[in-house]
């Protein structure tokens, strides 16, 4: 049963956690003032610096990218049948 329940959940859970790990990034960055990429993207919206933007918004869709080939590979681990489409 865990063999057939197991490719969705691994889905879900991937696109959950990346979202996670960027919102707290932002979050906890803000509310405790440490200084780190939550903070220079937010100095970067609020100054208009489109170059800071631009390759925040780069590394954000790699990690986006690489998250979905962890998450097809580790997929079709677990289901090869996934793998034959």
């Not at 969705?8 to 960027?22: N, W």
Request: hydrophobic share 55%; aromatic share 4%; no cysteine.
């Amino acid at each position: 049963m865990l063999r057939n329940a197991a490719p969705p959940l691994v889905a879900l859970f991937s696109i959950r956690v990346l979202a996670v790990l960027l919102l707290g990034v932002y979050l906890v960055e803000t509310a405790l003032g440490i200084p780190g990429f939550g903070e220079v993207t937010l100095t970067a919206i609020r100054d208009r610096d489109v170059a800071v933007i631009l390759a925040a918004t780069l590394i954000t869709t790699l990690l986006g990218v690489l998250s979905t080939l962890v998450e097809d590979v580790v997929t079709v681990v677990l289901d090869p049948r996934s793998g034959s489409e």
